[in-house]
Nanobody, 115 residues
Framework: QVQLVESGGGLVQPGGSLRLSCAAS????????VRWYCQAPGKERELVAT???????FYSESVKGRFTISRDNAKSTVYLQMNSLKPEDTAVYYC?????????WGQGTQVTVSS
């Protein structure tokens, strides 16, 4: 059974940092492109960052320079380092892995940025 499990969310003050983790089981995560999405209340799910199988990274304009996506293939885990957090970053963050016609979502982790 394939599972993607996100962790690391929580409540943080503006300007603070969090590191999200997406741990995979049941698949070899290294052969999947992995994306982080976020979904704020009342809004559609948005792409935040992508890391390819070759390690290439891409970011939305709203997080460029503040967030860093990385992967540890030995641990079958992808990370999202989130720095200089803003209240508008508040959302549920989801991990998504895709390869050809196979795609998997995690259950999400809540990030709340508030003073």
């Amino acid at each position: 059974q394939v599972q993607l499990v996100e962790s690391g969310g929580g409540l943080v003050q503006p300007g603070g940092s969090l590191r999200l983790s997406c741990a995979a089981s049941g698949i070899t995560l290294s052969i999947y492109n992995v994306r982080w999405y976020c979904q704020a209340p009342g809004k559609e799910r948005e792409l935040v960052a992508t890391i390819t199988t070759g390690g290439g990274t891409f970011y939305s304009e709203s997080v460029k320079g503040r967030f860093t996506i990385s992967r540890d293939n030995a641990k079958s885990t992808v990370y999202l380092q989130m720095n200089s957090l803003k209240p508008e970053d508040t959302a549920v963050y989801y991990c998504y892995a895709e390869r050809a016609l196979r795609q998997y979502w995690g259950q999400g982790t809540q990030v709340t940025v508030s003073s």
